[in-house]
């Protein structure tokens, strides 16, 4: 940020001051937070949901992170999307070796395919591979469904769209949101079953991963 545009930004705060996304209450230090909200990077493993495949994640969707992310992916927060976009590209450079083929798994906003627009080359990544047959998003009946339940739908629902994939050394699949990884696994399913990659050479990336609360609950 420029002196200037660091001044102009604590003018309007002395005038107009924000309050933290998170909490409220305090007046925010940087970004969308006050000190005590502000959220941390980091990059882990996501515990074995689906041990047939390595997957791979951000952050965690909970606290502080959760509203950043839902005011970048649902709201379209310029800063909140900038903070994402930057956090992304720094993990997925790491993966990016030049060996690896991206796919971008369908998505109702456009939130995801702008994200990893921005973080990998064109020649290596793929927005066209999958497709959505029926809706899979946007509804609060999908993400209480039991394990059952949650895997009929999305194998009802992402089917492989065709076409011939580049040679590779690893195929990443990438979304936004990973629970207990069923859309991932399936669409890695897809991708063997339809293009003949050996299954180790595949690897699931998500900018974030809920925590599934309601495990058990079915509908």
């Known amino acids: 940020m420029t002196a200037l545009r660091r001044f102009g930004r604590d003018l ?3 005038f107009f001051p924000e309050l933290c996304l998170y909490c409220g209450e305090k007046i925010v ?7 005590a909200c502000a959220p941390r990077s980091g990059f882990d493993v996501i ?14 969707y909970e606290g502080p992170l959760q509203t950043l992310f839902q005011a970048a992916k649902f709201s379209g927060r310029r800063r909140a999307r900038r903070f994402f976009t930057e956090a992304a590209a720094r993990d997925l450079d790491n ?6 083929v991206f796919l971008a798994l369908p998505s ?21 591979a999958f497709q959505v047959k ?5 509804t609060k009946a999908n993400k209480l469904l039991g394990e059952a339940g949650r895997y009929r739908r999305i194998h009802e629902s992402l ?6 994939l580049p040679e590779a050394e690893r195929y990443i699949l990438c979304d936004d949101v990973s629970t207990t990884g069923a859309t991932l696994g399936h669409a890695a399913h897809l991708l063997a079953k339809n293009s003949g990659v050996d299954e180790t050479r595949i690897l699931l990336w998500s900018l974030m991963y809920r925590p599934r609360l309601l495990k058990d609950f079915a509908v």
């Open 134 to 138: 029926r809706s899979l998003f946007g």
């Open 95 to 100: 993966l990016n070796d030049g060996k690896s």
């Open 108 to 128: 109702r906003s456009d939130f995801l395919r702008t994200l990893l627009k921005k973080s990998l080359p064109a020649t290596r990544l793929i927005s066209d």
């Open 29 to 35: 230090d940087r970004d969308f937070f006050c000190t």
């Open 12 to 14: 309007l705060q002395g």
């Open 159 to 164: 089917l492989w769209a065709g076409g011939a």
């Open 47 to 60: 515990p074995a949901e689906n041990p047939k495949y390595r997957q791979h994640y951000t952050f965690v």
